[in-house]
Structure formats: structure tokens, C-alpha cells
């Protein structure tokens, strides 16, 4: 042990550069938050660190980084005072990021609000906006719920729900103005004569903003393992050197003015794609290495990976918990640990050098960041690999024209739309690639992140040492074997229990802040609304065994219940869409418009319509004739129906509260979907003593930002003696119905 100790000491004694640096990483890392490992990084280095001039500057980095970590967060994290919580007011802002569509409705976006890193939120219509725009907003500002602790490493601790949000025409000005200059015309000539699949792809893929992305492309590059392709990282800047070493070499620039140049373009691109960790991290390591190459001096991948971590985390020492910069440096270790074997591998088997290196880096890369993953997300792409590799040929073609088009709209934009047009076709067969392999069985998966840790270690020791490959054979087998043995008793499953070919009744499905209610009656089934963009619906009917739908019912225009109908007509035959939007259209649900066969029915669901599917039917009691007037809330002229299944009646509320139910008198029920995810309804006591249910059931999104259900609403169930049912706590619930008897059964 001694012996060993002695040579990894005298291993580092080599690198003196590299423990320093490391020493003012682990400050910058620990202080603020485990002293515990200061003491012993302190410890370690005073064991391992001679001579004494050389401890006592690595103890000096490692508690200055400390020191420094706490002084800027100290300056970056500045909440509103508590009396600026809960009062509305018309302010002005500065949007720091395009705004986005968020899962379940509504846009969002981070502003800048009397010198405070603030998140905005507004449903409704809202102007075309991009970063640096001034904005004036109408809200009141609220504390982050739970679900929102994400907001803390961006260093946003609150939330302004507005009413109402004008633009102003001004821009932000300075340095940052000039900058979203160059971006503001980039980003319209990226878009250029692109559906807005292709255009916001191509935005992600050059720029790193991926905020018009539609939320339904967006899940499937994620489930498909393609969704760094829009987060700007090492691979643009790799490539981006690449462009301009290649340009400079053309037109016989010398090399160290080409060098120069790419130091400069790297300074300019970091900024303009973001400034995010991963390309804050990509940013300073190509930068070092660039800088290396003009000094005459080998770059050093270890030090300059511990500069990149050194830097971004004194910029911002919350970066340590940002997923974007854990994925990043997770990948870049790995890729430097495990490529070359695996490329050495797979050339000795005679596999072309191009195909063996895009294997090598994308195998490299899907093992280092399988377990921040399974952490962050809960989920795990299996398509991931085969995805890259297939998509690898025409990344970087895309990446390179975009960025020549991103350039020449700086002089003018009709000349970027030949480049434009070029980029066209590969960006729709990546969306195409996206969408085909999300689509698969199984593309993304659960996974515990303790399990998947350890499997990538023992996979990662397997590729790196030959000895450890040949000792874990025999775990690898029996690994295999249980997952095969495990794969067969869920196939042997079946569906969920509750749910059966012969079995009658409703199923509540968890799918986040959102409605998704499937009626069931022997095989006949009826879905009512879809949930957000991105939920996991198909995953639930796919769970509880359903593989077609007689119908499907969209109560109304608003993402958390229209927003992953084209998802469910593109993966699932269904008879008939019954369109409750009512003349609205928003991004989310335009999906519906073009999916489905040419067989689909599409119908318009007024009051005194019938839907049967078998035994299943549906009486609908509202909208009447009209539409839904211009600004007017989608809530009111939502779809409301009584269904019954096997003898017992559901009302299904969609979002209308007791307003418009009341006037409607619906029967008495038996199970009664609460309206709008359990908001507040001062009228809902008066409808519960008219509809007496046995049965409530709240379909709401764990620790949303909207604080459903309500205090007020879970008392007035309570009072009324209804039992509740939460699918944010119980999960999935499906109620089964057997001669007029419930049978309730949670998945959680």
C-alpha cells in the first residue's frame, strides 16, 4: 500500500500545475456547501503536495476558491425582499432567453427585474420576443414551489405570473445589446421558409437556442437521445474551429493569424450561443488548447478540463449542480477515458476509421452521462446510440452551413437563405430520425440512477482495462440474464391489474399538470384529452395495455390537454377525433391538425351530441353553438360530457368550474373528474350537494407551480364526505366498475 501511495504522490509531484488547480476546483465546488471535504481535500494535499511551498499555495487556492465561490454567490443570488411577494404591479423588464412553450401551457421565459434574475410566466397571446428585448409585465411576483428547486442554480428565486406582457420595441444595450444584435438576425435567418420543427432545430443545432423548438420535437429528440444536438456544447466549437482553420487554409492565411481568428470567433460564439455551462465549459477549453498551440506548448486535456472547471464554476458556482454542465464533463471524461479503446476495438475488427470514431465518441460520450441522467431525468434512452450514429453523418454538415448562413445574415439576410435551403433537407432527416426512434418500444426507459451507476462503471472498467473485462465476465452474464428474466415477466405481465380485455371503467392517467382520462368497457376504449407536449401518455396507455382508441375527445385549446394529441394519432390508430377546440389554435395542438389517416373521423362536439364506442358513451352537455370569441378564456366553452361505463356515470368536467357547470344541471354521478385541476371554485359545494358523487378524482401534476389542487377545494371534498383520489400522489388511477361496485387501483 505504502508503495502505491509513494508513486500516485510522486505522480502528482509531476504535475504541480494540475493539483493547484484542482485544489482551487474543489473550493470552488465544496466550500459553499461541504466543509466536511474541505477539511479532507486539506488533509490530501498536505499529504501528497511537496515541497512546502507548493502545499501552502495549493491550501491558499483551495480555500481562496472557497472564499471566492461564497462572494459570488453572495452577488448572484439576490431574491426580491418578502414585501415585493403577492402584490400585482406593471413593471419593466429585460428578457435574458427567448421565450418558451412550457409542457402544460403557457410561455416562460427568464427576465431581468430591478437587477434580479427573475422567471416570467404568461398564458395567452404574446408578441414575438428574443433575448434582450424590454418588456412591460402586469403580475404579481410568487415563490418557487418545489418542483421549480431547478430555478435555484440559475439563481431565480421567483416567479412573476403575469396577466399581461407588451413589448416595447426597445432593446437592451452595451456589449449584450450588440450581441443580441448579432443573434436577433441570425436566429430570423435560420428560421427562414423552415416549418418550425426543422427551423427551431436548425436555431438549436448553431446557436444553442432551442426555445422554438416545439415541445413535441423537442420530447422526441430527448426520448431518441439526440437532444444535445440543440444544447450548445464542445461539439460547436470544435466544429466552428474547424470551419474557420478550413476557411483561413483556402484563402493561405498563416496559421497563427488562423489561430487568432479562432481564439476571437470562440470569445464572440460563447456568448451569442448562450453563455450556458457546457459552452462556457467547450468556450475555455478549445480556447486553452487553441492558446496552447500558439505558446508551441503541448495542450494537456487534464489540465485544461480542470481550467474549464476552474473557470466556469468561479463564474458561477452554482454550475455545479446545473445539469447541462454535469452532462458536459461527464461526457468529456469519458470520451477521454473510453474512446480510443473502443475505437482501437472496433478497428480491429476492420471497421472503417470514420464509422469506428463516430461510434467510439457517441458509445464514449451515452456511458459517461447514462448515470447523470437516470439522476436528473429518471429516464434513460436505449435508442440513444444507434440514433447518434445514424444522425452523426449530417451533424456536422448542418452545424457548418448554419453557420456560414448565421454569418452572412450579418450582412444580409436573403444572403443566408441559399445556406438556408442547403441545411433544409439533413435537418428534416434528423427531425425525421427523432421521431422515428422515439417512437420505438422501449426508446427511453426508468431507471434507478444507483443501478445504472453502477452498470456504466463496470462497463466503463470492462473498455478500459482488459483484466477487469475478463473477471467481470461472469457478472456481465448473470447481468444479462436477470435483465432478459425481468424483461420476460413484464412482457408475461400484461397490463397493469385493473384493466383487462373483459373489464369495464375509467382510468386517470399521471401525466403531469394535466387531463388524460381513458373510458374502457370490454376493449372499447375513449380517451378524453392528452396531456402536455411532453408527458408520458403514450407510455401510460402503452402500460395499461391499450393499443387502439375508438375515440379521442379534446376538450379545448390549451397545451396541458390538446398537446400530445398529434403524438397519440401518430403512434396509435383512433376512429374518430373529436375536436373541442372551438376554433382556437395554439402551438402545442397544431399537431393535431395535419396527424392522423385519411380514414380519421373529425368531429365538432356540441351540447346533445352522442358518442357511443360499444357499451361506452358520451353525452355531451356543453359548448352550445358559437365559438370562442377573440381573448375570450378557452376554460368557459371547454367540453363538459357525462360518460357511462358499465353502468356508472363520470362527469367529465375538462377545466370549466362550477360557473358553467351549474347552469348545465348535470345528473347526479357516481365519479366526478374535479374541474381544472382542483383550482379554487367557490361554487363547487352548491354542485357537489346537486351531483352527489362517491368517487372525486384529481388529475394534477406534482409540485406544480399553480398550487393544485387548492386548500379551499380539498376542504369543501372533505366536508361533502367525497373521497379523493390525486394522481400526483397515487399516480395512474383506474377505477374499475363491476355490477355497480368501484374497485380503485393506484400506480403510483
Request: net charge positive; hydrophobic share 55%; charged share 15%.
Amino acid at each position: 500500500m505504502s508503495s502505491r501511495a509513494g508513486a500516485l504522490r510522486a505522480a502528482l509531484l509531476e504535475r504541480p500545475w494540475h493539483v493547484l488547480t484542482a485544489g482551487f476546483v474543489i473550493g470552488l465546488a465544496a466550500g459553499p456547501r461541504a466543509p466536511l471535504a474541505m477539511a479532507l481535500a486539506a488533509l490530501a494535499l498536505c499529504g501528497l503536495t511537496a515541497p512546502p511551498g507548493w502545499t501552502l499555495a495549493a491550501l491558499a487556492l483551495l480555500f481562496g476558491g472557497a472564499g471566492l465561490a461564497d462572494a459570488r454567490l453572495a452577488v448572484l443570488d439576490r431574491p426580491p425582499p418578502p414585501a415585493a411577494f403577492g402584490h400585482a404591479a406593471t413593471s419593466t423588464a429585460t428578457l435574458l432567453e427567448t421565450p418558451r412553450e412550457e409542457a402544460h401551457g403557457g410561455l416562460r421565459a427568464a427576465i431581468e427585474l430591478d437587477r434580479r434574475r427573475v422567471l416570467l410566466r404568461w398564458r395567452g397571446a404574446a408578441p414575438a420576443l428574443v433575448t434582450g428585448d424590454v418588456v412591460v409585465v402586469r403580475g404579481a411576483l410568487a415563490r418557487p414551489s418545489p418542483r421549480d428547486a431547478w430555478l435555484a442554480s440559475r439563481h431565480i428565486h421567483a416567479i412573476l405570473r403575469a396577466d399581461d406582457v407588451a413589448a416595447t420595441g426597445a432593446r437592451r444595450g452595451g456589449v449584450a445589446g450588440l450581441i443580441d444584435a448579432v443573434r436577433r438576425r441570425a436566429l430570423v435567418a435560420l428560421g427562414h421558409d423552415l416549418p418550425p420543427a426543422q427551423a427551431g432545430l436548425l436555431r438549436g443545432m448553431v446557436l444553442g437556442d432551442d426555445a422554438t423548438l416545439p415541445p413535441a420535437t423537442r420530447q422526441e429528440l430527448r426520448r431518441a437521445g439526440l437532444g444535445h444536438l440543440v444544447a450548445a456544447s464542445g461539439a460547436n466549437i470544435a466544429l466552428l474551429a474547424a470551419l474557420a482553420m478550413g476557411i483561413g487554409a483556402a484563402l493561405g492565411t498563416p496559421l497563427r493569424s488562423r489561430l487568432l481568428l479562432v481564439l476571437g470567433l470562440i470569445a464572440l460564439y460563447v456568448p451569442l450561443a448562450g453563455g450556458g455551462a457546457s459552452i462556457r465549459r467547450a468556450g475555455v477549453m478549445g480556447g486553452a488548447a487553441v492558446a496552447a498551440t500558439l505558446a508551441s506548448r503541448p495542450a494537456a486535456r487534464w489540465h485544461a478540463l480542470l481550467l474549464a472547471a476552474a473557470v466556469t464554476l468561479a463564474l458561477d458556482p452554482a454550475s455545479l449542480t446545473d445539469p447541462g454542465w454535469q452532462l458536459s464533463f461527464a461526457a468529456v471524461v469519458a470520451i477521454a477515458l473510453l474512446a480510443a479503446p473502443i475505437r482501437d476495438a472496433l478497428r480491429a475488427r476492420r471497421i472503417p476509421w470514420a464509422l469506428a470514431e463516430a461510434i467510439a465518441v457517441t458509445a464514449a460520450a451515452t456511458i459517461g452521462t447514462a448515470p447523470v441522467s437516470a439522476a436528473r431525468f429518471g429516464t434513460l434512452s436505449l435508442i440513444s446510440l444507434p440514433a447518434n450514429i445514424i444522425v452523426a453523418p449530417v451533424v456536422a454538415p448542418i452545424t457548418w452551413i448554419g453557420m456560414l448562413a448565421a454569418l452572412a445574415a450579418q450582412v444580409a439576410e436573403p444572403l443566408a437563405w441559399p445556406f438556408v435551403w442547403l441545411a433544409a433537407a439533413p435537418v428534416a432527416f434528423v427531425t425525421w430520425a427523432g421521431h422515428v426512434a422515439a417512437g420505438l418500444p422501449g426508446a427511453a426507459v426508468s431507471a434507478p440512477a444507483v443501478l445504472v451507476g453502477l452498470v456504466t462503471c463496470a462497463i466503463a472498467a470492462a473498455v478500459r482495462w482488459p483484466a477487469a473485462r475478463r473477471a467481470g465476465r461472469p457478472l456481465a452474464l448473470a447481468g444479462c440474464l436477470a435483465a432478459l428474466v425481468a424483461g420476460a415477466a413484464r412482457l408475461a405481465a400484461g397490463p397493469q391489474p385493473g384493466i383487462t380485455a373483459t373489464s369495464a371503467g375509467m382510468a386517470f392517467l399521471d401525466i403531469g399538470q394535466g387531463d388524460a382520462t381513458l373510458l374502457f368497457d370490454h376493449g372499447r376504449t375513449i380517451l378524453v384529452d392528452t396531456g402536455p407536449p411532453d408527458g408520458p401518455v403514450l407510455r401510460r396507455l402503452h402500460d395499461l395495455g391499450v393499443r387502439r382508441l375508438d375515440a379521442l375527445l379534446v376538450t379545448h385549446a390549451q397545451a396541458d390537454h390538446d398537446g400530445a394529441g398529434g403524438a397519440i394519432l401518430r403512434a396509435l390508430p383512433v376512429g374518430a377525433l373529436l375536436d373541442g377546440r372551438d376554433g382556437v389554435r395554439e402551438p402545442a395542438g397544431a399537431a393535431l391538425d395535419s396527424a392522423g389517416d385519411a380514414h380519421l373521423q373529425r368531429l365538432i362536439p356540441r351540447a346533445g351530441s352522442i358518442v357511443r364506442a360499444g357499451a361506452l358513451s358520451l353525452h355531451v352537455l356543453s359548448p352550445g353553438p358559437g365559438g370562442t370569441a377573440p381573448g375570450e378564456d378557452p376554460n368557459v366553452r371547454a367540453v363538459v360530457a357525462v360518460g357511462q361505463v358499465g353502468g356508472v356515470r363520470i362527469l367529465l368536467t375538462s377545466d370549466a368550474e362550477s360557473d358553467v357547470l351549474a347552469p348545465l344541471h348535470p345528473p347526479p354521478v357516481d365519479v366526478l373528474k374535479v374541474s381544472h385541476h382542483g383550482s379554487a371554485d367557490p361554487g363547487l359545494g352548491d354542485l357537489l350537494s346537486e351531483l352527489r358523487p362517491r368517487l372525486a378524482v384529481i388529475e394534477v401534476g406534482a409540485h406544480n407551480t399553480y398550487g393544485h389542487p387548492t386548500p379551499a377545494t380539498l376542504a369543501t371534498l372533505d366536508a361533502a364526505a367525497v373521497p379523493v383520489l390525486r394522481t400526483d400522489r397515487d399516480g395512474t388511477v383506474v377505477v374499475t366498475v363491476d355490477g355497480g361496485t368501484l374497485r380503485v387501483h393506484r400506480h403510483a
